[in-house]
């Protein structure tokens, strides 16, 4: 696995940009609510650690994974003053091919939205075998992705806001 030697919440914050004057939404799946919870509380405490005001985050819920999609792109038409958003989910495999046909959806669907728009959105689902990987990976001991996706919100708000077709 990519994350066994690597802690997800590990990053220099000498290197991130401060997120101060960032305004960040996040899109949560309600299934798999105790992980897509542990990652959204990743994601928010790096965000505040990195410099954002609590204020300027905007957190919306959808049903569950397939659903991110939607609830990105509806939250990038709604809020243009937004500079990145994450989407949070949890698919976990099952006995049926219902798991990869939602992860290669929602995979697809956040690409799209990133090609589509102008507002940068981070994946960040984790696709896992089974309950104990996703726990180690929402706070357990590989770390929060939520953190990780976070501060790859971060960098991407800054590269928006650094490249010439950047409008405020």
């Not at 005001?53 to 957190?59: A, G, P, S, T, Y």
């Not at 690409?111 to 689902?125: E, G, R, S, Y």
Request: with cysteine; charged share 25%.
């Amino acid at each position: 696995m990519a994350t066994e030697n690597k802690n997800l919440s590990q990053y220099d914050k000498a290197t991130i940009p401060n997120a101060k004057n960032f305004r960040f939404g996040i899109v949560v799946s309600e299934w798999n609510e105790n992980i897509t919870q542990g990652l959204f509380q990743g994601a928010f405490d790096a965000f505040i650690d990195c410099g954002a005001i609590k204020e300027n985050i905007v957190r919306w819920n959808v049903p569950g994974s397939f659903e991110l999609i939607y609830g990105c792109k509806k939250m990038q038409e709604s809020f243009d003053m937004l500079d990145a958003i994450i989407a949070i989910g949890s698919v976990i495999q099952g006995e049926t091919k219902h798991f990869d046909f939602v992860c290669e959806g929602v995979t697809q669907g956040i690409k799209d939205l990133n090609i589509q728009n102008d507002i940068p959105v981070i994946f960040c689902v984790l696709t896992d075998n089974n309950m104990q990987q996703s726990i180690d990976r929402s706070g357990g001991k590989h770390g929060n992705k939520g953190t990780e996706a976070a501060i790859a919100a971060i960098k991407m708000a800054q590269l928006r806001k650094d490249s010439k077709f950047y409008k405020e």
